[in-house]
């Protein structure tokens, strides 16, 4: 099936973005890598008369160090977090979840931000980002804001962000030298999505005894989760 007719329009800017957001309101939406939201539109589950790309907006494909925490730009792709050297030294629960999302073509089109604002229950990179304690920022012409991973995941492909935001960038403690963790999950045949899927990270003392668990789950639900219990 095709999509509905609509307008492109490519962003320079994350200025400029939220700029188009506000402008074609409700009838525009964000394109990333297009993995979450082409399909739907193919459906016609959904029929944006605008496409707002900003996929090649510089400062939302970047990784860097800040102090002890690292950013990674809400257009950074799936395969460049599995395979950068800076994410599989510090958060090595991120790379391996990458790795695991869908296939070449996927990991190589898709992106974080695309994949957490879409918030498929059945995605991997937010049990991750839980387990990870992640927090994602939100850009609109009202100014910017942190939200907690905890707090991101409202329902069925419903996020905390507001109408004319756009998440920009996450950030990530880095795991510490103490902690074990792993990304496992039950695999779709067709898809490659998660039946069930759980990130673990556990955080050991100088005696080895457990000092911290996170886990977040993914698939069991409309939306993921942190296992409290």
Do not use: W
Request: with cysteine; proline share 3%; net charge positive.
């Amino acid at each position: 099936m095709f999509p509905t007719q609509f307008e492109y329009h490519r962003a320079a800017t994350v200025k400029d973005a939220i700029s188009m957001l506000k402008q074609f309101g409700d009838d525009a939406r964000i394109l990333a890598g297009g993995h979450s939201l082409l399909p739907m539109m193919k459906l016609r589950l959904a029929q944006p008369s605008h496409l707002i790309d900003i996929g090649r907006i510089a400062e939302l494909r970047n990784i860097g160090e800040n102090a002890d925490k690292l950013t990674v730009g809400a257009a950074v792709t799936h395969d460049r977090i599995s395979n950068d050297t800076l994410v599989r030294a510090r958060l090595g629960l991120l790379a391996e979840c990458a790795a695991a999302i869908g296939d070449v073509q996927v990991r190589n089109r898709g992106t974080i931000g695309g994949s957490l604002s879409h918030s498929d229950p059945a995605a991997d990179y937010p049990a991750a980002v839980l387990a990870l304690e992640a927090e994602l920022k939100l850009e609109s012409g009202s100014g910017k804001r942190t939200v907690r991973a905890a707090d991101f995941f409202i329902d069925l492909m419903t996020t905390a962000a507001r109408a004319g935001e756009i998440l920009t960038q996450i950030t990530f403690g880095s795991i510490s030298p103490n902690a074990g963790y792993s990304y496992l999950k039950h695999r779709h045949p067709a898809s490659g999505f998660a039946i069930v899927g759980v990130a673990a990270l556990i955080v050991l003392d100088k005696r080895g005894n457990c000092q911290r668990v996170c886990v977040g789950v993914t698939g069991l639900g409309a939306k993921a989760f942190r296992a409290e219990a």
